[in-house]
């Protein structure tokens, strides 16, 4: 480990990979998770930091942690799969770990998917459940077509509206092919919230289209962005429209909050009040493997299609961002780390 | 019926809503089309106009015409459907009307999903079904969660990439509220070709972020746009990635062609090769038709967040444009509608 150059305001320390999932899985063992799901929920942290998505990486711990604390998050929950239709599965997360629970229904959802065809879980009362790409990669891996959604807090206004009033609800898609599958994850907000916070804490302007101030005006004052404005969607009127329609999707089919009702991610003040869906189609119950070399022929011509070197995939530059870090260490915030190690210890 | 002023460089005229459908329905009885047929792909056509998106509207006419004269469209075709899996129809349209053949596998979706929960249709070889919103609506009015995907030609480039390799692919999303469906239905691209085929004709500059030229190089020149270009994504890196991903979906799951091998619904030479994907969720059979009103309200709040007047939620706009033309007309290029009349007429 190393302490390298500083990025933004704060101080960075590379940490090998191996020793950061160790140190999270002893934070969250120390406050009482069984081992099985510490581990679950390190590595769904960790995948966060490989694939160069920090704000779904380490920096969450101490929000776990204190969700433990207060009884928000059940360490060793019992969640309730019920099947309450053919190919629909309600999951009562009953406060457990978002990736414990999620990974349960996947593994229910993908042998029944291989019956039915297409399988979907709904899933509420759960935490956080992290980036979407490892699940859908999860999944595409076993030889499905993976869509998973989740709400999230409102953080993005609606399109000529201020406040913010809808999440960054993220659609993650992973689709097989004869090599690495395709893997979808993307917010439908234009940058996190968590990036308009470093701008504001640094002094620097943000850039045009990332956010709105109080009165809902375009701004590229952080500072403003974050008291009281909202992020802008990614893509205009558009991202909006997609980021609200996942929203009434999601909502009403797990039957979770919407809008500002959604809470319990971010805070460590309440229970967890987004829902989760996942749906995976079994291309070899449908006979559709056959379509693999196709596939994988068609996204290697759009990647040859490069103007300056390869145009990229969804999955290629997390991957590579992945195998990076996998071997060079994932670059932490010095006192991330350092309350993560506090944590390990006992000490804090 | 009235010529009004000119609307780019073509003359407009305004028609009734009733002769409209009823002079394309004639259009495709006289070349062929069982009237039932005929007035659902009319209907269709018309729904376009009427929601503002005259690309899918009577436009499309001539080539569904020369398609059935070439045989490339079978007016009286019979698809075949079967229940591949208990949740999910494979559908071979036998080279019929878009439209007949995606309403008959909603039909028997919507069926089997008050059965299992969720039921998927895959559907192949049939022709372009126009807009989404009509189906996605039809299926929210009638209690389910819908989502409706369909591959279609290669417009759109890679990011970072030149050419053309990536459909228009757009997304179709409809829920039930308590009154109005939140219906949205959007193209992953940022504009339609029509529209960089019309400031090409009237010489008129593009806007930045609508195409880039053959060597990929982002262009207002709507000619060189046109010639070899491509139209960009929506919202760049991620509409591109979610255009990819559903052209990866959809054409896996429906067994048909990708990026440049998708042909037949803009031309009048190809067999179509293009797929349609639609999910359909029963909000009775899974219980959740108690989340309408917590969802019309949020949807409320949503609209009172606007600035200078509601703000939109998906639908909202098109079906103010619905009712102004219902009532009003329909404002329909001269030439175009030339053609229709001597197509009803047997005269072209």
Redesign the interface.
């Known amino acids: 480990m190393e302490t390298s150059a500083k990025e933004g305001a704060t101080e960075v320390i590379v940490v090998p990979n191996d020793e950061l999932r160790k140190v999270i899985s002893d934070a969250l063992a120390a406050n009482g998770a069984p081992r099985i799901v510490a581990d679950l929920q390190a590595a769904t942290l960790v995948e966060g930091e490989l694939r160069g998505h920090a704000s779904h990486g380490i920096r969450r711990l101490a929000v776990l942690v204190e969700r433990m604390r207060r009884g928000l998050i059940i360490p060793n929950a019992r969640p309730v799969l019920e099947w309450?239709?053919?190919?629909?599965l309600?999951v009562d997360g009953n406060r457990g770990f978002g990736p414990a629970v999620a990974y349960q229904a996947i593994d229910e959802a993908i042998v029944r998917a291989d019956?039915?065809?297409?399988?979907?879980a709904?899933i509420s009362n759960s935490s956080h459940i992290g980036m979407l790409a490892p699940y859908v990669e999860s999944i595409a891996r076993r030889g499905q077509?993976a869509?998973v959604l989740t709400t999230s807090e409102a953080l993005v206004?609606?399109?000529?509206?201020?406040?913010a009033?809808?999440g960054t609800n993220p659609?993650g898609?992973g689709?097989p092919t004869m090599n690495e599958p395709?893997v979808?994850d993307?917010s439908t907000a234009s940058v996190s919230m968590g990036k308009i916070l470093d701008y504001a804490a640094t002094g620097r302007a943000i850039q045009p289209g990332w956010a709105v101030d109080a009165?809902?005006r375009p701004t590229t004052d952080a500072a403003a962005a974050a008291d009281g404005g909202a992020l802008s969607p990614?893509?205009?009127p558009?991202?909006y429209?997609?980021g609200?329609?996942?929203?009434?999707?999601v909502?009403?089919?797990t039957?979770t909050a919407?809008?500002?009702?959604v809470v319990g991610t971010l805070d460590s003040e309440f229970p967890t009040t987004k829902g989760d869906l996942l749906?995976t189609?079994?291309?070899q119950?449908?006979?559709?493997s056959g379509?693999?070399p196709?596939?994988t022929e068609?996204?290697d011509?759009?990647?040859d299609?490069?103007?300056?070197g390869p145009?990229?995939?969804?999955g290629d530059r997390a991957r590579r961002t992945r195998e990076q870090r996998a071997l060079g260490g994932v670059p932490i915030d010095n006192e991330v780390w350092a309350l993560a190690l506090k944590y390990a210890e006992g000490l804090s």
């Open positions: 309450v239709a053919p190919a629909v309600r019956e039915t065809g297409i399988a979907m709904v077509v869509v206004h609606a399109w000529g509206g201020r406040g009033t809808v659609i898609i689709v395709l979808l993307m009165l809902g990614f893509g205009g558009k991202g429209a997609l609200i329609a996942l929203e009434a999707l909502g009403t089919l039957a919407f809008g500002t009702d749906i189609i079994s291309l119950r449908l006979g559709l379509m693999l196709a596939l068609y996204l011509q759009v990647r299609s490069g103007v300056t145009a990229d995939v969804p």
